[in-house]
Structure formats: C-alpha cells, structure tokens
C-alpha cells in the first residue's frame, strides 16, 4: 500500500507496460497527461491510442530494445499531450518479476522549463559569439575602411589639383575610379547599419545637425550595390556649399527617405537602365536636393495626388510602391518642402528642399593661412601627405610645411618650438593613428596648438565632436579634404591697401548682385564675414569708405552673432572715420552714433549712389 502510494503520488509520470506494449498502470501524474480520469481507461491501451501516438514506433523500438537487452535506457525526447508538449528526460527500464523480465517500467522527468532555460542560455551564448564574432568583423571593416578613405582623399585632391593636366578621357577614367573606391568603402561600413526595425531606430536617435553631402553619398554607394545588375548610371553633383551644408534631421531617416525616392526612381526606369542623378545645392538659405531620372514620366492625378497628400497605391512594382508617404511624413516634421517635375516618357525631377541648420561651431568650412605660417600634417598614410603638398603648393606656395607620421614626434617637434613660432602653426591632424598609442585630439592637447583642424572620418562621432567643441577645436570631414577652399592670406601691412570701398555684409546674393550692377565699375573689397573683415581691418587707410550690416547672422540666419553699431564703435575708437551702415530694418535715431550715417536697404536712390556720398 505505501508503495503504491508512493507511485500514485510521486513528481513524475511513471507507467509500466507488458511485453507486447500495453499499458498495465500508471500513477495519476501519467493518467493526466494522457488525458484520462480513471485508470481503467488506459489499461489495455498501447501509445497508438494516445496523444503521442506519432511517437509510438519510435517508444516501441525502446521497449524492444530493453525487454530484449535487459538494459535501462535514457531519451530526452518530445511528448506531445493534450494542450501541450513537453520536454520529458525519459527512462525505461526492464520490469521483472520472478527474475524474468514481463515488461518495460518507465519514468518521464518534465525538463521542460530546464531545457527552456538551457536552450535560451545556449542561445544567448550563441548570440553573444555571433555579435563578438560580428564586432570583430565590424572592427576589420571599419580598419579596412580607415585604409581605403585616406587614400580616397588623395587621390582625390591630387586629381582634382593635375586634372587640367590629363586628356580629358583619362581625367574621367581617373575620377570614376576612385567614385567606384569610395563607393566600395562607403558600402562597406552600410552593410553594418541595420535595415530592418527602422521605427525602433528612429524612436532611439533624436535630430541633429546632419551632414548632407556625406549622408547622400553613403545612400548613393548602397544604390549602386544593390541594382549592380541593372544598366543604370548613378551619377551626383554637389555645389561647393552643398558640400559643406548641415540639416536638422535624424541620420536614419533621411537616409529611408532618400533611399524611398531612389527606389521609385529604378521602378521608373522599367529595367530599361538609364541615368539618376542627384545634386546638391544651398540657395536662400534652403538646401536643395535634386534627385532626377529620365524614365517613364509620372501621369499628372499621380503628381496632383502626391502633391495634394493624397494616399497612392500605384506604382507598386518590386515591393517599392511611391514611396512618398515617409517623405511626406519628414517634410512635415523638418519644416521641409516637395516639388515634382514630371514628363511622360521623358523622366522625373523631384526637389526636397530644408531649412539651412547652423553648421557647427566644430565644422572647418575653410582652412586659413597668411604668408608666415607654418603647416604641421599629423597622418599616419603617406599618400596624405603628398595630397596635402599638391594643394599647398598651388593655393599657398609660399608657406612652410612640416609631415609627421608618428604622432609622439609630432608633440615633440611643437613642443621645442619658441613661442613666436608656434603662434604661426596650423596643425592638421588625422584622429586615428594606427598602432600607436594616442589619437589626434591627444596631439592637439598635449602640444597645446591653438590653431588645430582635426582631418577625420570620425566627424560624426559624439564623443569627437564633443571634446572638439569643448576644447574649440575645429574637425573636417576628410571626404571633404579636397573641396575645403584654402584660404591664403598675406601678411597684413598697415595702411597698405587702398580701395574705394568696403563692404561687410552677410547677405551675399543682395551685395553681390548690388555691386555688380552698380559698382563693378569700383575696386571693392567684400566680406561676408565680420570676423574676417576686423582681422583685415589693419591693411585699410582710416579714410576708407565702410560699409557695414545692421545684423550679422549665423548660417542658420536665425540667430545674430554681431550688429554694425557696435563694430562701427571699435572701427571709429581705431581711428576710422567714413563709416556707413545700411539695414533693411529701421535703426533707432538715439542708438545710432553721430559718425556712422545710416542708409535704409529700400532707399534704392542712395545705395546706388554710395560711392558718391
């Protein structure tokens, strides 16, 4: 009695069977899952007559084997039962009686929680070493690509400083092999950005000032991969302030929406090949991206669908469909604007334009160097350094240029410099140096170099731009190595330069339109920058006419970073007495000093005339 107790009541399902497979018992553990309620409906039953009956020839092998072998056996195995399956550690072993053995007696032993929890283990192991597996890989990629762009950047400067030298179908032989180089690198670190859960990854990354010739370029290396098979030319075309020009959207999306344009762009070509080109430019205040192809064209209720915000389900050809409803979406939140050009059978020409974001106090527009200066180029590629030579000695030969490729020696040189030399020295430098024990920002810190542009590909890294802007160090994305205008400036001699006027306005499009329809006729000297122009000021007799702005904004042209009321009282305290400051907006008679006259931008008749007044 205490026996059967024991196995009626026991943690485990237990059965015992005769020599033909049927059922002689079981305890009540094994009758529940073998979904009955009383034992006389198992007894006589073999496992073809119960849930797992899938399972019975493989269960009577087993009981064959041990009745036979007079051995136990173990399987972890698989046993369906009424509402679930479970995971059973199952043994079987002979059933004697009297020495002889009359049947199989078995134990199930639910594992099924342990084996989930060793399963998830395993396979959260397994994902742990195909991440590793996936950094290390990422970590190869991403040396490989650090390798291929600094070459990029000097092929690209060299060819762009001797292109005037090659016929013209070597020149484009040149220039299309290294866009299929950058393209490889470009692509290389793509296949590691993810291209699924896009809504988690935008719900994550927040908007920030965005890159946009570098963003479109990277979308344009995947475009190219991905219909490699298609006769498809990708062309771009950025101007040199599209180079150079920020937004405020967030990386991902921008990339999906550009990505959503160029796709229907190949759906319009039918699988006919042809050309799509993008091109970038800043006007107004506004970048402006062009993204055209010459297509099958877009029926006009198409376009006044679009247009109108209308939902469009035609088009809908390898899965792409019109793809506008996301572009539509960022437009809407980014302060953006669409425009559609389309012609049947001739192509279609799609504008986006955004608001221009302030570039960063980090970003380098420009390099600037006066006659005296002394150029340290920090880069652990060679090929670097002959770039750099090539553009110096062309757009600023007579400044001296020292290369170092090891950053230590680099630190030392500086560091032994007398302090009036020092004050002379720009200092590019790469942020990653190879095999040693620093980067760029360590040389700039620790040589103590005011003038500083860090040369990288890590322009988008938080934590570089971080220590940049709080140590007012300036970056330059090395893509844009070969388009950054160097500025080459002699030194200043006091009273030396005479013109008939200066002017110092941010409005570049209105002063250059004024000056070429009124004053072309006069030798002007223009700044677009009051920064630049107070560092000039020096070369400018004190009888020279000055012509300055109300406001001063940033390139956002939303925030003032200077007024001409306050520059005229610095010009005036120096000794400069022809001052002249114009506006569109009207400037209080009580804040306008009594040596600077004021002329109103719609007076049309005096600022005409200024040269006369």
């Not at 009540?28 to 073998?34: S, V, Y």
């Not at 866009?179 to 920030?208: C, G, H, R, V």
């Not at 699988?271 to 029926?299: Q, Y």
Request: with cysteine; glycine share 4%; charged share 25%.
């Amino acid at each position: 009695m205490l026996i059967e107790q024991i196995l009626l009541h026991v943690p485990c399902a237990i059965f015992w069977k005769n020599l033909d497979g049927f059922f002689l018992g079981c305890n009540k553990l094994f009758l529940e899952r073998a979904g009955f309620h009383d034992y006389t409906q198992l007894i006589g039953k073999d496992d073809s007559e119960l849930p797992w009956k899938e399972f019975k020839n493989e269960y009577y092998e087993d009981d064959q084997y041990v009745i036979t072998a007079g051995k136990t056996i173990t399987r972890i195995e698989k046993i369906p039962m009424n509402n679930r399956i479970i995971i059973s550690e199952t043994t079987k072993s002979p059933l004697i009686d009297d020495g002889k053995i009359i049947g199989v007696l078995g134990v199930c032993l639910d594992i099924t929680d342990r084996h989930e929890k060793e399963q998830l283990k395993l396979e959260n192991e397994l994902q742990k070493q195909k991440l590793n597996s996936q950094g290390k890989f990422r970590e190869v990629v991403g040396q490989v690509n650090h390798d291929i762009r600094s070459p990029i950047a000097s092929l690209q400067m060299l060819t762009k400083q001797y292109s005037h030298l090659l016929p013209e179908n070597e020149r484009n032989s040149y220039n299309k092999a290294i866009e299929q180089i950058t393209d490889i690198a470009n692509n290389m670190m793509n296949y590691f950005k993810p291209k699924n859960k896009w809504e988690d990854i935008l719900k994550l990354e927040a908007n920030n000032p965005l890159l946009v010739s570098a963003e479109l370029l990277e979308v344009l290396a995947e475009k190219k991969y991905e219909y490699i098979n298609k006769t498809i030319l990708f062309t771009h075309n950025f101007s040199q302030t599209g180079n150079f020009a920020f937004i405020n959207l967030n990386a991902c999306t921008f990339e999906r929406m550009i990505s959503n344009i160029i796709n229907n762009a190949v759906d319009a070509l039918e699988d006919k090949g042809g050309t799509i080109e993008v091109r970038l430019d800043v006007k107004d205040n506004l970048v402006e991206i062009i993204i055209e192809d010459d297509g099958k064209g877009m029926p006009n209720k198409v376009k006044d669908k679009i247009m109108n915000n209308e939902a469009i389900s035609a088009g809908k050809k390898d899965g792409h469909g019109i793809g506008l409803t996301q572009v539509r979406q960022v437009l809407e939140k980014s302060g953006g604007k669409l425009n559609i050009e389309s012609t049947l059978g001739v192509g279609t020409k799609i504008t986006l334009t955004f608001p221009k974001a302030a570039t960063p106090t980090w970003m380098a527009e420009r390099i600037k160097i006066e006659k005296d200066s002394l150029v340290v180029i920090v880069d652990d590629d060679p090929s670097i350094h002959g770039a750099w030579d090539s553009r110096f000695k062309v757009e600023a030969k007579e400044v001296t240029i020292k290369h170092f490729e090891i950053g230590e020696e680099a630190i030392n040189y500086l560091n032994n410099l007398a302090e009036i030399e020092r004050q002379k020295v720009l200092l590019l430098t790469d942020y990653e140096l190879l095999k040693q024990n620093m980067n760029g920002l360590d040389i700039i810190k620790k040589s103590n170099i005011k003038k500083a542009i860090l040369v990288t590909s890590y322009y988008d890294s938080p934590k570089v731009c971080e220590v940049a802007v709080k140590d007012n160090i300036k970056i330059l994305p090395k893509a844009l190595a070969v388009n950054v205008p160097i500025i080459f400036r002699e030194k200043i001699i006091s009273n030396s330069k005479k013109v008939d006027m200066v002017w110092v306005d941010d409005a570049r499009e209105f002063i250059n339109d004024l000056i070429t329809r009124f004053y072309s006729h006069l030798k002007l000297d223009v700044y677009y920058d009051p920064a630049d122009f107070l560092k000039d000021v020096e070369q400018y007799p004190l009888d020279t006419k000055i012509i300055l702005d109300g406001f001063y904004c940033d390139d956002s042209g939303f925030t003032i970073i200077a007024d001409g009321i306050t520059i005229a009282k610095k010009l005036h305290a120096a000794g400069y007495n022809n001052l002249y400051l114009t506006s569109s907006e009207d400037i209080p008679q009580q804040v306008l000093p009594s040596y600077v006259t004021f002329i109103s931008k719609h007076d049309t008749e005096n600022m005409v005339i200024l040269d006369k007044l």
